[in-house]
């Protein structure tokens, strides 16, 4: 409303006082009133269209924002699991290596030798975008086979792989 008054005084202000051009009407406050409204109905206009604009960015932004926090808290979930679940792997895994050194030397061999493939892989392979669906087998293939240690004959895996599938 302001703005809209600053500009009609202005414009009345050069029209009526500082230029002198032939054929102007005189001023009429009805008109001014006119003016003023339309000056105003076109600022209303421009500004709630802006700030609907500037509303929807704004919900646009704190959507991503929200999107990307969930998913730094879901990867921060999975990293602490992963630091509970990894420990007890691994303090299984040794265990059963212990008992398999006097039983069976050959296996336990074997067992350390799954156990060193999966740990290599974690730390250098993991943090790569990708991998090859022989090498991520093999690391499951790995993992099994220190569970089924644990699990002896309770565990029980089967390959269901594509004719296609090549190593």
């Known amino acids: 409303l302001a703005v809209a008054f600053a500009g009609q005084v202005l414009i009345h202000i050069i029209i009526y006082l500082l230029v002198d051009w032939p054929g102007i009407r005189e001023f009429n406050l009805s008109e001014s ?86 740990l290599r892989y974690a730390v250098y392979h993991s943090s790569r975008d990708q991998v090859t669906l022989a090498e991520e087998l093999r690391m499951v293939e790995n993992y099994f086979e220190l569970e089924k240690v644990q699990h002896e004959d309770r565990l029980r895996v089967e390959y269901d792989l594509d004719d296609h599938f090549e190593e």
């Open 33 to 118: 009133f006119i003016y003023w409204s339309n000056s105003v109905l076109i600022l209303l206009i421009w500004t709630a269209v802006y700030i609907g604009i500037k509303s929807i960015e704004r919900r646009q932004e704190k959507e991503v924002e929200n999107w990307r926090l969930q998913a730094e808290l879901r990867e921060a979930e999975l990293n602490i699991l992963k630091a509970q679940i990894n420990p007890h792997f691994l303090f299984n895994a040794l265990n059963n290596i212990r008992s398999l050194i006097t039983e069976n030397p050959k296996k336990a061999r074997d067992v350390l030798t799954n156990l060193s493939e999966l």
